[in-house]
């Protein structure tokens, strides 16, 4: 099994440098990103984006540095660095940019309710967020509910279920634990799956291009 593993390895080494030249394969690369959690963080962690990225890379056998910038100068040090990835949504950029994309990950929000939650939109409604979670910000801005910071989605359940708070958000594959955890005691709010695809930005006929989209046809990029 693993002599196998080690020959796929090593037919898709030759077929990338065959096709692809020695730059496809150069070793390392470079992603720039800004801090927008729980997908990236400037503070050493890594988000869910970071965390895939860095996975596919590894298997196929390259390294990433990240450089974290803020929101604006991370759109120019990108557009300046032609051999540059970029972390990110490529709605961020204009369309003569010549730059296309690949999807590093596509993901769910989901918002969780107790399975005996009655909505009143006459009450003051409640969700738990993640602290710094920004999309979990707006979120809670669209479904027009205050936000309660919390450290865990565990704390946010515990929360939800003691009837303190009304609803947590979630991404599809936590949300499944947390319905499981609480004894089927919470639910999906109906009509609260927004997907959401995280992509990896790359410049047109780039060297990183090339690697990237052999890697995305390849299937590096799937979770496993």
């Known amino acids: 099994m693993k002599q196998a593993i ?18 496809a394969f150069s070793g390392e690369f470079r992603v720039i990103s800004f801090h927008y959690p729980p997908y990236t963080y400037q503070d050493g962690r890594d988000g869910l984006a970071v965390t895939n990225i860095k996975k596919a890379f590894e298997r196929a056998g390259h390294r990433i540095t990240v450089d974290y910038y ?23 950029f204009k369309a003569n940019d010549d730059l296309g994309f690949i999807v590093n990950l ?7 309710t107790r ?11 409640w969700v738990s967020v993640l602290r710094d979670d920004q999309l979990g910000i707006n979120m809670a801005n669209k ?3 205050q936000v309660f910071n919390v450290e865990t989605n565990e704390q946010a359940a515990e929360l939800v279920l003691a009837g ?3 609803f947590l958000l979630c991404l599809n594959f936590e949300c499944e634990t ?16 927004e997907p959401f695809d995280l992509h990896l930005v790359y410049h ?3 060297d990183p291009a090339k690697t990237v989209i052999f890697m995305s046809e390849k299937g590096f990029f799937n979770l496993r």
Not at 71 to 87: S, T
Not at 178 to 193: A, E, K
């Open 204 to 206: 047109r006929d780039s």
């Open 6 to 23: 080690i020959l796929n390895f090593l037919i898709i080494m030759i077929i990338l440098t065959a096709f692809y030249g020695d730059e």
């Open 164 to 166: 303190r708070v009304d």
């Open 106 to 112: 596509t993901v769910t929000h989901k918002v969780l």
């Open 70 to 92: 803020p929101v604006a100068r991370a759109f120019q040090e990108f557009l300046r660095d032609k051999k540059a990835l970029f972390a990110g949504h490529i709605a961020q």
């Open 143 to 145: 479904i027009k509910a």
């Open 178 to 193: 947390l319905i499981t955890n609480s004894g089927n005691r919470l639910r999906v709010l109906q009509d609260s799956d």
């Open 115 to 125: 399975m005996d939650f009655e909505d009143d939109i006459t009450k003051s409604r």
